[in-house]
Structures are given as structure tokens and as C-alpha cells.
Nanobody
Framework: QVQLVESGGGLVQAGGSLRLSCSDS????????RAWFRQAPGMEREFVAS????????DYGDSVKGRFTISRDNAKNTVYLQMNSLKPEDTAVYYC???????????????WGQGTQVTVSS
């Protein structure tokens, strides 16, 4: 069973950095692709980044490309999102998710974490 727990969110000034982590205690970490999504108040959930099981395929949303980096450590059962050059419009609740295959579509992801708040002040 996949059990996802995010951490690392917080308040940061524009231009700053944060690193989010998502751990999976379910014992099946290596069998799933992983992704990060975000959702701002009143907005739909937005794709941020995804990474395949062996980190071969990476994909990023247009709004974060060049600023965010997704990675995973299969030995630690953890996926990361390094966020640099943060902007106020990056403010949202960030969710990690797991799926059999990498996708930008929220409906492809069966497992979700509870979310972690990221707030970027101007």
C-alpha cells in the first residue's frame, strides 16, 4: 500500500528556495512513477513535475521549467522537489502523487499525499 507524506513547505521570500520531500512508507516505492502537483485557492490542481521509476524520464510544467528540479532516492523511498527562484505565483498547496506511469493528468494518479503549504511573499 502506498502511503505518501510530504514535508518541507513553509514561508519564503520571492527569489528564495525550498526543497519539498515526499516519503513513502508503503514498501512499493520503486514500482511507481512519482509526481508533484499544486493547487492554489480557487484554482484547479496543476501539474508541476514528474519522474519515472528509474529517473530516466523527467517532465516539468511550463511555469516551473528551469526553476524546479524533481529527483528521487529509491534507497530512501523519497522523492524531492527542489524549488529555486520562487515567485509569489508559486504559492499553493503542493501534493506528491504516485502512479504506474508518468503523466501530467491528475486522473492517472491513484495515490496522493495530504499536501504541504508553500507561501512565497513578494
Amino acid at each position: 500500500q502506498v502511503q505518501l507524506v510530504e514535508s518541507g513547505g513553509g514561508l519564503v521570500q520571492a527569489g528564495g528556495s525550498l526543497r519539498l520531500s515526499c516519503s513513502d512508507s508503503g514498501g512499493t516505492f520503486n514500482t511507481y512513477a512519482r509526481a508533484w502537483f499544486r493547487q492554489a485557492p480557487g484554482m484547479e490542481r496543476e501539474f508541476v513535475a514528474s519522474i519515472s521509476r528509474l529517473s530516466i524520464n523527467l517532465d516539468y510544467g511550463d511555469s516551473v521549467k528551469g526553476r524546479f528540479t524533481i529527483s528521487r532516492d529509491n534507497a530512501k523511498n523519497t522523492v524531492y522537489l527542489q524549488m529555486n527562484s520562487l515567485k509569489p505565483e508559486d504559492t499553493a498547496v503542493y501534493y506528491c502523487a504516485a502512479s504506474r506511469g508518468s503523466s501530467r493528468n491528475t486522473e492517472e494518479y491513484r495515490y496522493w499525499g495530504q499536501g504541504t503549504q508553500v507561501t512565497v511573499s513578494s
